[in-house]
Structures are given as C-alpha cells and as structure tokens.
C-alpha cells in the first residue's frame, strides 16, 4: 500500500461508492472507467485474480454487470480509514432472492480514483 501526504478522508470513500452505484446502475464505461486509475486492479474476491486496468476492468464488469433496478443497495457506512485505505460495509439484494452483506476495501490515489479495490461478499439469508 502506497501512502501519500494527502490521505483519503472518509467524504473521499463515501463520494467514490457513491460514483461505483452510479456506474453499477448504467453500466456505462465511463462512469466504470472514472472509477479507477489506468493501472488500476479490482479483485472480486481477496483470493480472485484481478481485473488489471480500464480496459480489462471495463470488459469484465460488463460481462456479469447486473441490470438496472435489479438490486438494492444499502450503504451502511465507511468503518475506517487509514491513509489511502477505505473500509466500508453495505449490504445488497436482488429482486429474484440472493441477499449479501459486503465488506468493501478501496485504497484511493489523490484525485479520488481507485488504485485497488478488492470486495468481500457473504450471502445472508432472507430476512436477516
């Protein structure tokens, strides 16, 4: 992890999952792209191979985007900080009955793109 003078401040994380539910609404490769520095990795799962740059990212999101209005969101707020590290917890349900709670970790560069981001997703059961 690289940390800089001007560290990320929660407002930072908060703004950043604000433009991912955009993007993961219109699933338009702009609004993706603005997401990420063009070296940046997504890793799916902390064990995952990463989606490495615009390009790649931008093809593999959209080959399991999901569809507009097929999910709700739940942010339940960033839980730390640390230099250019951001915690966050949401949870996210789909219409036809798959429930998760996410933890999310998003180290930020200093124009509020991501350099890294890496989700953690656990299925809840209905109700929970």
Known sequence: MRYTDDMTDRTSIEN????????WESNEPDDIRALFTPDGVYYTGPSEE??????????????SADQPGETSYE???????DGDLG???????YREGRYYDNIWL???????????FTEW????????
Request: proline share 4%.
């Open 75 to 81: 942010n339940l707020g960033v839980l730390a900080v």
């Open 106 to 116: 998003i180290e930020l560069d200093d124009d509020g793109r991501a350099r890294s």
């Open 50 to 63: 990463p989606w490495r740059g615009h390009d790649d990212i931008v093809a593999k999101w959209l080959e």
């Open 16 to 23: 950043w999952v604000a433009r991912y539910r955009v993007a």
């Open 87 to 93: 915690v966050v917890q949401l949870r996210v349900d």
């Open 121 to 128: 997703y656990m299925k809840r059961p209905e109700g929970a």
